[in-house]
């Protein structure tokens, strides 16, 4: 099968490799779609030549292992990546990515999605329905990561939301707001594209910066980009005993305003990743109709372009997600 590895000069290969078996446990699939987002971005300098990257994948069961349960081949199925142990206090109540056996699918040496094929654990394989194009088995992953910050900003019908950053965790958040009860959802993003994005997501409102939204206070904000001001921002924007939840990856500090917290008695959580719960929601969502991942997607290209696509996402020059069609 064709692969695409990582490089010593933090590039990319294409190159031939044996398809994968499944072992005990295992599935291997033939992978539909891979999608990429900025932790993709921000892993690749940092990975060993030889890995096969790609966590926001799925596709269509091709070989089942032994003590894999019942799966049949031709199943399409998404793949939940975080490897967790099933064991400990947090895999017991869904927050897998807080296992401290935790790995990652595509992160490491488990083989991720800009493949042909891959073999992934057959207890992280959920089912997608026929009536699901089997591409958005790719978009499962973010949006459920957009599903858990929704949960953590705890959103309830009728109320309004700020959302900051319309990159790919932004957007499912918008949906998932509006999804959940919204009454109004405003997204904030300078790049005009993405805000057509976001209100193809269901976005009430749409704006260039926090100053430019309606500050009659909002109930619940979610920052998605991972600045320091926009935190600031977000403390202004909501109304007194508003919450506010941080979904954007920031490596610098990203201090709080005490006197604005303490006297608006704010909630200030932080967000990441998603819990398998969520992950199911997420395909029953897509199954119903009730969440439209079509406007989500963004440019797809074949495996020979992953180093194109990758400079896409790094430029911030696309809306949506990015895929890579292994096939």
């Not at 008695?265 to 819990?275: D, F, G, K, M, W």
Request: charged residues 20%; contains cysteine; negative net charge.
């Amino acid at each position: 099968m064709r692969a695409a590895v990582t490089t010593e000069d933090h590039g990319f290969d294409i190159i031939e490799i044996p398809c994968p078996t499944p072992g005990p446990g295992e599935l291997v699939i033939r992978v539909a779609a891979c999608g990429i987002c900025g932790s993709d971005i921000k892993a690749q300098p940092f990975m060993p030549a030889g890995i096969i990257m790609g966590h926001e994948l799925g596709g269509e069961i091709v070989a089942v292992g032994s003590d894999a349960g019942g799966w049949q081949q031709g199943t399409n199925v998404a793949v939940l990546p975080v490897v967790s142990c099933g064991d400990c206090r947090y895999c017991a109540a869904g927050a897998v990515s807080h296992c401290p056996a935790t790995r990652y699918i595509g992160m490491g040496p488990d083989g991720g999605g800009f493949a042909e094929f891959a073999a992934v654990p057959a207890k992280h394989a959920f089912v997608l329905p026929g009536e699901i194009n089997c591409s958005y088995s790719a978009l499962v992953e973010p949006f459920a990561v957009g599903l858990h910050g929704v949960h953590n900003a705890n959103v309830t019908p009728g109320e309004d939301v700020l959302v900051v950053g319309a990159g790919g965790v932004g957007l499912t958040t918008i949906a998932w707001a509006r999804a959940l009860g919204a009454r109004r959802v405003t997204a904030v993003d300078p790049d005009a594209q993405r805000r057509e994005t976001a209100r193809a997501m269901d976005a009430t409102d749409v704006v260039a910066s926090v100053a430019d939204a309606d500050t009659n206070g909002y109930d619940a904000a979610v920052e998605c980009v991972g600045r320091p001001e926009l935190l600031r921002a977000c403390q202004a924007a909501v109304r007194p005993q508003g919450r506010i939840v941080i979904s954007g990856a920031c490596a610098e500090p990203m201090p709080v305003e005490p006197i604005t917290a303490l006297l608006k008695e704010l909630t200030i959580r932080y967000s990441v990743a998603y819990t398998p719960d969520e992950f199911r929601t997420v395909i029953s969502a897509f199954a119903s109709g009730a969440v439209d991942p079509a406007p989500m997607v963004g440019p797809t290209l074949g495996l020979d372009r992953i180093t194109e696509a990758f400079d896409l996402v790094r430029g911030s020059r696309t809306h949506g997600r990015v895929l890579v069609k292994p096939e």
